[in-house]
């Protein structure tokens, strides 16, 4: 191939200070991942280059880092791959954590908010224990199978748009770990964890950007795994959060009408006080220059909607 | 730099948080004060990159299958070299291990009445492969891990593990150093159990992570302990071609095929009964007889492993990690096109020599070292003998991890924490400021390149005396000049050069034995193969070897193998 | 070409302006919009949540409308709308047992999907071929190498599995239209990040961060106006953007236009009948700009 600038952030603890990018020129060759330049850089330029790595076969979620930007492993991560979009390939630590040096990250915080998920089978107390193994559907092995499968690599939390802008978010990684349970035949502790994740920073915080779908190496796919628990707690009859009343007046409006009634929804979903008079300005604003229609109408036929409503949903 | 010293004290000090590591730790139970010192954080541990599945005689998919028929299995793949009590163990508790990991919450794909599925592996004469998909390793390190969390047991993680303290045959402690923040202490514990993994690093084309650099076994060896077999590395007869990344063998338990250039089943030449489904010592042979042969694909150095008639839903459903390596790795789709693939160094069959509750011992009378414990693939117990089957790998670590974690918890209540020597933490002191201040011009990365390259030539599937001799001197040059090594980060904190450095000194000590316990082997048995000396050799060579640190180099004794039920007789498959 | 239109709820509700631009832009490129006046709320995602077998009916209602009417092309202009429909018709064509299934809730109001339509946003449809030819013909008023961030969003990129029409990592369709209108792209990290407005009842603050860090990253690129092809994240961006400005300690000022409006200044249609005084960030700067 040729040869390829890689810029890489350095961050050295023990002199302090902010951050820089220091470049370094690598002979690609067909093939080679970023983890192979990495470590020729490290090998042959610069030993001084840090970051973690361990099995260069994508199972083991050590390398995941910034490059060019996105969040990826580097052991898997062809060069020629990102040439096609890219000139040269920025290399940067995971977003969302503090950095220790260079390409390297604290996951402290990472692993304390899996620890609060409850992250282990809870099976009925009641059932006595099997014999042998617990009986499982393969369609039910297939339901917790693709979030058995993340490797911790933390990629979907590096770019989560909600933990960006607000900390106490649990992240991705966390609650499709909780799905690993939720999810699971086997486990009987839905409610004890679902009370949980329904709180501030949990399911009903997660914006559907899809950035964690998106960027996961293994496929794990956790945004559909947070919808699915919201499915989980709307089922288990916990609907006080603004979420989950947004879900509820949606249905009722779009059921009713065919189409959603945006004046009255944030109304309904909101029933903090407080919180429904700061809504009050935008709301005048908005009727003011006519974003506000003062009457919701049904849409043409919405007799058909409703009776599909009332068919799958119920009344 | 100057190293601040820091001692902690441990009831149980386990090293190494893989299968093994962890499933002791839960064995230990309550009542205990357990730590675990690990290099890596536990969940990135190698345990995870095992795909195919876990051994045990379930009877799920066929009801005639038993702990007997897997044990012949067993004893017959390792050669006759694997210790028959020790197998005999194995497989017996290999169906409970399995239920109580499922009772954990460990995912496994199911049949549809709702049990175990299970699925042929390479040497076993039933389907006793249990397994999630392809990633058996990864949802086994998880479920144990998500165990450890609830236990609470704390994790030095990052943490490095220089040296190991003995002192009249009683073993104190270790030292290890916190990586992040560079600080050397002295963890002391009434009884220490490594879990520290394999040595397959020392091979150019090999399965192994990057972390799978020896430390324990070398540990061991520093701390006057002999190490058992080491001349026995298996290698893995599908790794992706170049990158020696595994393609499961639970890929030709599904039913693919390996084919030459001439799209040649040829496994039919080699082992008529079992085809693709051999065990792996011989079908890594074969598959390099055929490259050797000119019959690679277009004359090179691979061949196929083909998947294509698998169709693509079953494919997704057993396979998807191949599916996904391949394509990300090679750019070969499989559901299209075969994937090129050639042997590649696996698992390491020798190791520290214990007793079948992890006791490890120091002599061909096995005489304990108090207070050491040792399982999974560090430990030699030894269950795999000369060649190891698929799927006895994770056995092996769950069910000798839980049988030394109890031996080692057992041992630990009944005594004091055991005095620690004045210079305890002297040699990993030195052996630091060593690297960090030595003047040289050699570096970490072409030393070990070439190490690596040299044993894949001469100390691989087949060996002769001359190429081994030629390797003694070979680690000898290149041992000469890590004495030269320079590494450019002085630092103190997550210092990864000086890690390399200290990794690249134990792959030069053990690779000095893996080839001096080789050239004495004078016969062919499981994976050792001596085109020298081509038939096994039972009259004197079905023994155990023995390796001994001396300033000469290794000492090599023997001991002698124990058989209680099956007799040698010849392979054959 | 004629199409069927779905424009969705916020375009008939809380953000009209979109509604007028469309058809304007419509009538000036000689397109027909034959709006499915009764079709459904797509659900948005939220619905999704509680019942997708409902939020699969209803898309396939909609559908079914179309090729009632011999249309094969649904027309959105929400990547709301959008990101739930394409999947929903990807999984409808792709499975003939859920599509019978979602059919047999559909027989009593006669309606059946066939699985012959296909759902596409009025950026894709702008932004290729014949269209973007057409379009570029028709440009009356060149937008001057106007700088214009393009606010993709989220729903109408990704995840690539059910969308794919363009790599989220280098998408090009906004950028075809902003240059055949004579504007020029502004690259800027944040224009494939979210708006925040998913939250903003839920978690006000950090909904406002994230519209506030987007537009700053715009302002900082340069950017004299943002654009985008959603009308929910126009509400978060135009609507929220003063909020936006005190959470994040920063003066925005960021003038966001609905692509429509974008469209449709260029095509020589007015500020007035595309509506753009109905913002609350004043357009005023780009008008002039433009010359319109």
Known sequence: MAEVRFNIYRLNPETGGDGRFQEYKVECEKGDTVLDCLNKIKGEQDGTVTYRMSCRSAICGSCAMRICGHTRLACSTQVSGLLEIYEEITLEPLQNFPVIKDLVVDMKAYWEKIEAIMPYMVPDAGEPVPEKERLQS???????????????????????????????????????????????????????RLTELVKEGGIWDCVRCYECTQVCPKDVRPAEHIIQLREKALNNQMEKSVGARHVLGFMESVGHSGQLDEGKLPMFAVKNIGAKISMVPIGIKMFLKGKLPLKHKPIPGAEDVQRIYKKLEGE | MAMEEEVFSHDLLIVGAGLAGMRAAIAAGEGLDVAIVSKLHPVRSHSGAAQGGIAASLGNSDEEDSWETHMFDTVKGSDYLGDQDAIEMMVKDAPGVIYELEHMGCVFTRMDDGRVAQ?????????????????????????????????????????????????????????AYDIDQGKLCVIR?????????GYGRAFKITSNAHANSGDGIIATYRAGIPLEDMEFVQFHPTGLWRQGILVSEGARGEGAYILNNDGERFMTNYAPEMMELAPRDLTSRAIQTEINEGRGIGGQDYVYIDLRHLGKERILERLPQIHDLAYDFTGVDCFE?????????????????????????????????KGFFAAGECSCVSVHGANRLGTNSLLEAVVFGRRAGTAASEYAKGEVLPELPDDANQPAREEIEWVLNNQG?????????????????????????????????????????????????????????????????????????????????????GSHYRTDHPKRDDENWLKHTLAYRTDDGPRLEYKPVTITTYQPEERKY | ??????????????????????????????????????????????????????????????????????????????????????????????????????????????????????????????????????????????????????????????????????????????????????????????KTRCCGFPIILENE????????????DAKENDAQCVVTPCPLCHLNLDIYQKKAEKEIGAKLNMPVLHLSQLVGLALGISAKELQLPKHFVSSSQVVSAVGA
């Open chain 2, 441 to 525: 011009s050699e570096s970490v990365m072409a030393i070990k390149d070439d190490l690596q390259t040299s044993m894949m030539e001469n100390c691989g599937i087949f060996r002769t005396e001359e190429q081994l001799k030629s390797q003694l001197a070979t680690i000898s040059k290149l041992r000469e000049r890590f004495s030269k090594v320079k590494i450019d980060d002085k630092g103190r904190r997550f210092n990864t050069d000086l890690i390399g450095a200290l990794e690249l000194s134990r792959l030069l000590e053990f690779s000095d034995i893996i080839v001096t316990g080789a050239v004495a082997r004078q016969e062919c048995r």
């Open chain 1, 138 to 192: 393969p369609e039910q092995f297939d339901t917790v199978f693709e979030v058995a499968t993340c490797i911790r690599c933390s990629a979907c939390v590096s770019d989560c748009t909600s933990l960006e802008a607000d900390d106490k978010f649990l992240a991705p990684a966390a609650l499709a770990k909780s799905f690993r349970f939720a999810g699971d035949s086997r486990d009987a502790a839905d409610k004890e």
């Open chain 3, 1 to 190: 070409m004629r199409y069927a239109f779905f424009p969705g709820c916020v375009a008939k509700g809380t953000c009209p302006e979109l509604y007028q631009s469309t058809y304007k832009v419509a009538e000036k490129l000689g397109m027909e919009l034959v709006e499915l006046t009764e079709a459904t709320c797509c659900g948005a995602g939220v619905m999704q949540a509680k019942n997708t077998e409902l939020t699969d009916a209803y898309t396939a209602r909609t559908f079914a409308l179309a090729e009632e009417k011999g249309l094969d092309t649904v027309v959105t202009i929400c990547s709301t709308c959008q990101g739930y429909m394409d999947p929903a018709n990807k999984t409808l064509k792709e499975d003939s047992e859920h599509l019978a299934r979602i059919n047999s809730h559909l027989s009593d109001g006669g309606h059946q999907y066939k699985g012959g339509v296909q759902v596409k946003h009025l950026m894709w449809v702008l932004s290729e071929g014949q269209e973007l030819e057409n379009l570029k013909g028709k440009v009356q008023k060149n937008l001057n190498g106007l700088k214009v961030a393009p606010f993709y969003g989220c729903q109408i990129l990704r995840p690539t599995y059910a969308l794919g029409y363009e790599d989220p990592e280098k998408p090009s369709s906004m950028e075809r239209i902003i240059a055949a209108l004579g504007g020029q792209a502004v690259d800027y990290r944040c």
């Open chain 2, 337 to 369: 096109e075969p994937i090129p693939i050639q042997p590649t160094a696996h698992y390491s069959m020798g190791g520290i020599p214990c007793t079948m509750e992890g006791q490890v011992t120091c002599d061909p009378g096995n005489t304990p070292i």
């Open chain 3, 205 to 216: 603050k950090a909904a406002l961060r994230m519209t506030g860090r987007s537009l700053l």
């Open chain 2, 119 to 175: 699925r042929r592996f390479g040497g076993h004469s039933k389907p006793r492969a249990c397994f999630a998909a392809d990633w058996t390793g990864h949802t086994i390190l998880q479920v144990l891990y998500e165990q450890i969390m609830k236990r609470r047991v704390r994790v030095y993680e990052e943490w490095y593990m220089v040296s190991l303290i003995v002192r009249d045959n009683v073993c104190r402690g270790i030292v």
């Open chain 2, 189 to 197: 514990a009434k009884a220490v159990l490594f879990a520290t993994g």
